[in-house]
């Protein structure tokens, strides 16, 4: 009656294939931590500024070059921590598995998941999954909400942003945006590329010292251009960018040209855009550049001493206005 | 080209539409508590013992007698942090928003969320919206996550259940899984009955002095046999129950008659079970039944000396074994 190797509405039932579910994928992946005899999980031995930050997950294809939706769950949201300016200690995990999806597949990125989260050091202490029937789900979304502290004597916040201040990016952008989009083949295109999906600790982790860190967000759904009208629109300044200061690697180039694209719209997941004093600015960009990470960071922009739009001076010395993203150019990637 | 009145996927972009979206709908009814320009956000004022919970919604329909999918993200997962034993003082609310759906709709079940989070007196801190294609989305689906703190010398939980101690349940059982299986009106079925689902903060306060209070649950998925088959793993112990104590309404005792359904297997949103020592469970059914909620408050059974089944005795004086859920006697309600 059932094929055992595809979820079945009964693994959402609170039964006995629920149970088995839960015990035989997540808790294997997820280890010790997770106790799922508990309404409510305790999160013990932390102390100082608490932090919270929650984001859902609905990247199709569910596995691209250079990760997939469950490496993915963790980064995203651990890298939304980074950047406010704590270190990640919790997790929590909510799956959202549609009737007839592949355990083996489940299993896959399940484990990939608790890897990611292993690796940054994170432990997941509760989760839920449900169900939906066939036809209501795409797949699999999750949802990962995370916990930590704020990195004492660390104060960001938009509001600390002086005209002058500097903006820099942590590395090329636009890795993750094309990759996923290769990845789904309906181009007809494939290519080297892989995403840049990371935890950005280690880039936030380095200028923590700098007096001069004003701000730093991961350039996620939007990508750079959607960080810089964020910016403009809590603080009320313009900003000026230098086109070839902008690292985009070559092939993100290609793909952009040939298909019509502006990377300056692309998800990142592994990049840091930071606003550093000017004072500051050189010695943040060493930083970074000292890092495997941050190889090809650049100091690509001044926040303005007045209103205005974001504007970008090309390459060939014209200027162009970079608008705040209307219509979606892009199908869904993150 | 766009009709205004539906989600469109611009709406989860991260351009313009989807911060005026935000703006307009969830900052409106979440309030001040959500800042919206910020990666993470801080939980200030807190302090003790933590715990967090998390919970995803994909009833269907989306509205029914007695709440909303709105409305319940809110109980649902504020009640798990109440039968922990905890005070619940924060949520994180996630959106997954299926491209078509009736913004108008999203504004009626949005709002209703944020009244019952602040007539539970939590603060919405953090949120996440995302689109997702026409036909993969299911209409809407919410992820709540709840932190809380673990009321001062309260010590829960499945470990301290002795044999002999007292099962009891705040209210009739099955009232949301009938109620929301009628509102879908695949029976060709209507009833007066309404959904249970509402927050058990008064009955889980209400037995926090009792020396003899051991642990607490909400029988959601799977209802009260699935709360019995919990503690009967956990313990070891098996359990005895009197069909004739335990509370169900007529009209669900109707409904499930004529479709086959078992109303030990149906969700309560709105319920307590409460395992409690021999003689502390009259002094727990007299602190509930004073409570409006807990007016059928009762005491269903007893927890065996050694291991078993689940024994109901049935009004008639036969016995019958509540067996684990296995396939899924019910649509999915939750």
Same mark, same amino acid.
């Given at each position: ?24 994928? @997540?808790?294997?992946?997820?280890? &010790? ?15 100082? &500024?608490?932090?919270?930050? !929650?984001?859902? @997950? !609905?990247?199709?294809?569910?596995? @691209? ?12 949201? +651990? ?31 399940? /484990?990939?998941?608790? &890897?990611? /989260? ?9 989760? &839920? ?10 797949g699999l979304y999750l949802v990962t909400t995370g916990i930590g502290t704020r990195v004492p004597r660390l104060n +960001? ?5 002086? *005209? ?22 309906? @181009? ?5 590329? !892989?995403?840049?999906?990371? =935890? ?25 251009? !959607? ?28 793909? =952009? ?10 998800? =990142? ?39 205005? *739009? ?23 990637? =993150?």
């Open positions: 009656m059932h094929d055992d190797r595809y979820i079945q509405l009964a693994h959402g039932n609170g039964g006995r294939r629920m149970r088995e579910l839960i015990a035989s994928l @997540f808790v294997r992946h997820f280890g &010790d931590s997770l106790n799922t005899q508990r309404d409510a999980a305790p999160l013990p031995d932390i102390s100082g &500024d608490l932090m919270i930050t !929650t984001d859902s @997950f !609905t990247v199709n294809p569910l596995e @691209f070059p250079g990760g997939n939706i469950g490496s993915l769950a963790v980064h995203g949201t +651990l890298n939304d921590l980074a950047v406010a300016g704590a270190e990640p200690r919790y997790l929590t995990v909510n799956a959202l598995i549609e009737e007839g999806f592949e355990i083996a597949r489940l299993d896959r990125l399940i /484990a990939s998941l608790g &890897d990611t /989260a292993r690796e940054a050091g994170v432990a997941i202490v509760a989760g &839920d999954t449900k169900v939906v029937a066939r036809g209501e789900g795409g +960001l916040g938009l509001e600390h942003i002086e *005209p002058g201040d500097r903006l820099l990016v942590s590395g090329p952008i636009g890795d993750h945006g094309i990759a996923v989009m290769l990845a789904r083949e309906q @181009f007809g295109l494939s290519g080297s590329l !892989t995403s840049d999906a990371a =935890c950005v600790l280690p880039l936030t982790r380095a200028l923590h010292a700098l007096p001069g860190l004003r701000f730093m967000r991961d350039p996620t759904r939007g990508g750079l251009a !959607t960080v810089t009208h964020e910016i403009r629109e809590a603080t009320g300044y313009g900003m000026s960018l230098e086109e070839s200061a902008v690292p985009v690697r070559a092939p993100v180039k290609a793909v =952009c040209e040939m298909l019509g694209y502006d990377p300056y719209y692309l998800a =990142c997941e592994g990049r840091v855009v930071a606003v550093v004093s000017e004072q500051d600015a050189e010695k943040a960009l060493a930083l970074w550049r000292a890092l495997p990470q941050g190889a090809d960071a650049a100091i690509i922009g001044t926040i303005d001493h007045k209103t205005g *739009p974001v504007v970008l001076t090309t390459s060939l010395g014209g200027q162009r206005v970079l608008d705040e993203l209307e219509d979606d150019p892009l199908p869904r990637i =993150c």
